[in-house]
Structure formats: C-alpha cells, structure tokens
C-alpha cells in the first residue's frame, strides 16, 4: 500500500472540508486506491502544526477554521526546507486569494517544489500570478501542479481539456464559472427582479460576500478562464489581457426582453482563437435557447468547448461549495497517485 503526506496550508472553509472528506473516506480510499493519505502539518495564519506519523484527523476537522496556532515550526519554509527529512508529498494549498502578488501561496508553492513536492491547488492567487513560472520550476523538479479546484470548484473543465479532449484542437472556451453572478442573473429573470434585489436574495442566502465585488464584477470569471487558457493553450497571458465586464448593468427590462424570445442573460467567461492570438473576454452575453448553458440556473455553472475533431462538448453542474472545492482537490491527488 502506498503512503502519501499531506500538507496543507489555509485552514479555511475548504481546508476544513478537505480534512472531514479525508477522515470520512479514509478507509474507501485505502480499499479503492491503495493509498494511505496523512495530513502531517498544516499552516494557519499565525503558525502551523505538525506531527511527522500523522495528525489525528478526527481532532483536526472538529478545528474551528482559522484557530491553528503556533507550534515548534514558525512556518512553512523551516518545514519543508529546514526539515527535509520530515517534509511531505503533496502540498494542499489553500490559503486566501490575493490577485496583487499571489501571496503567500507563492512562496509556499515555490517552498514546496524546492522540497521536491507535489501540489494541488484551490486558492487562485499565485496561479493567477505565476503559473508559467511555477509549471517551469515544476517541470524542473520532475513534479506536477494540479489546480482544477481554482478552475470552477467541482465542475470538471479542467480535466475535460486535459485528458477528455487529449490530442484535440480546442478552438475555443465559453464557460458560466461563477456561481453567485449565475444566481443573480437566475433569480433576476426567474424572480423578476432587479439587479439590487437578486442580489440582496444572494446575500440574505449566503451565497454573495458582503463585498461581492469579485463575483459581480467579472473578476472571479476572469481569473479562471484565464487559468484554463494558460494552462490548456500553454500561453503566457495574464489580467491585463482581459476584457472584463460585469453584470452591475443587467436590468430588469433587459431580462424580459430577453425572455420575448427564449433567450437567457448569462455571464459568460470565453477563450477562442482569433488568427494567431488568443482572445479573452468575461462579458454578459444573451444566451439562445439551443445552446446548451442556458439550462445552467442557480449556482450552477457550465462549460462549452469547441473543438476541431469532437465537435461541441458541453459540461453542466458542479456544487458551489467549499465541500465541492475540497472533493476537487481530493480529485486531484488521487489522479496524481494514478
């Protein structure tokens, strides 16, 4: 049976659901994969703890989010670096997403291919800001960088691109990869509602952030299907070369317009190539009833790929939720173990 250690760093509400999907399946995964997973370590925001056998798992999910505190390791570095022999497999990474310097999941991710780890990460910051960079010293290392769980959570567009469409031409990639715009806009054509009420709705259910700017603005699309484009088309593109429009102006009066024939307002995140480039835009865009994503309500979100030899794919669905941001991740280190 194969032994894989874990580390991970953020103890948020993803981590915390990472951790009770490990201590729940521990013995299904051992059955079905062969593997022993262990959580040796993780880093909070004002320290870490660790234990080289193994962390009680069923001490660490009962854990309120944000209450690791300080052990005998200050930080990720000692672990990892200072402590080669008691380092982990796989780095989790976790933390908040910071979009200005990708902080501090760049450095961990860095720390960690050093040490010759593995990664899988949800948190969208460093990635965002360096993923080219961080595929190169990986490559390097001979280790991988898994990320679909930064990439729309638990739905699979990742993965599609990857290895259900290996060895096609994707010629482009239009996704709904934000949950709470997607609620919004749902509610609004559903509810008859205004923008500002559909969004006091998403609020009041705990599906918008008191700021939700990140969501309604476009951003949050943005950095995933720019993700999925640098990391499907293996180009180098960053914010920058973003076009990025939010649904603050969607009205009312647009939705029923829309609605006269079948047609649906969605916040749409695409890729495609245009001669020798390769443009990205996050816009609204009406939606026609044959196309696929307009079944796409609620917090859902959806993915349609164009390609040169299987035609249209399409992908539809995916718990927003930091439960089904924790089963990608899980997702991701089972399909490193294979």
């Keep these: 049976m194969k032994q894989r250690k874990i580390v991970i760093t ?39 703890i660790y234990d080289p056998e193994g962390l009680d798992l069923s001490i660490l999910h009962g854990l309120p989010t944000g209450s690791i ?17 008691m380092k982990g497999d796989i780095l989790v990474e976790c ?34 800001h360096s993923l080219p960079e961080l595929l190169a010293i990986a490559k390097a290392k001979g280790r991988y960088i898994k990320y679909s769980g930064a990439t729309a959570a638990a739905l ?11 060895g ?6 239009k996704g709904i990869l934000n949950g709470t715009s997607n609620f919004i806009l749902t509610s609004m054509s559903e509810g008859n509602l205004t923008f500002e009420k559909a969004l006091q709705l998403a609020q009041e259910n705990g599906i918008a952030e008191k700021n939700p700017d990140l969501d309604i603005k476009g951003l949050d699309s943005a950095c995933k299907i720019l993700l999925l484009a640098n990391g499907l088309f293996h180009t180098n593109l960053t914010l920058e070369d973003i076009v990025v429009d939010g649904i603050e102006k969607v009205t009312k009066a647009d939705m029923q ?9 969605k916040l749409i995140a695409s890729a495609k190539k245009q001669r020798d480039r390769l443009v990205l835009q996050v816009k609204p865009e009406i939606i026609p009833p044959e196309n696929p994503l307009i079944h796409v309500k609620g917090t859902n979100k959806g993915i349609l790929f164009e390609t040169e030899e299987m035609g249209t794919i399409c992908c539809v669905g995916g718990a927003s939720h930091p439960k089904g941001a924790a089963a990608a991740a899980m997702k991701d280190i089972i399909n490193l173990i294979r």
């Design 10 to 48: 953020g103890y948020g509400t993803v981590a915390k659901e990472f951790v009770e999907l490990l201590y729940r399946k521990k013995e299904a995964f051992i059955e079905q994969y062969h593997t022993e997973y262990t959580v040796i370590g993780v880093v909070g925001s004002i320290g870490m």
């Design 69 to 85: 505190g300080i052990s005998q390791y200050a930080s990720m570095k000692d672990l990892v670096l200072e402590s080669p022999s």
């Design 95 to 128: 933390t908040p997403t910071n979009l200005e310097t990708g902080e501090p999941a760049l450095s961990y991710i860095k720390q960690a291919l050093e040490a010759n780890m593995d990664i899988v990460s949800v948190s969208k910051g460093a990635l965002v």
């Design 156 to 166: 699979p567009t990742l993965d599609i691109g990857e290895f259900s469409l290996a």
């Design 168 to 173: 096609s031409t994707i010629q482009s990639i």
């Design 257 to 265: 317009r829309a609605k006269i024939n079948g047609c649906e307002w």
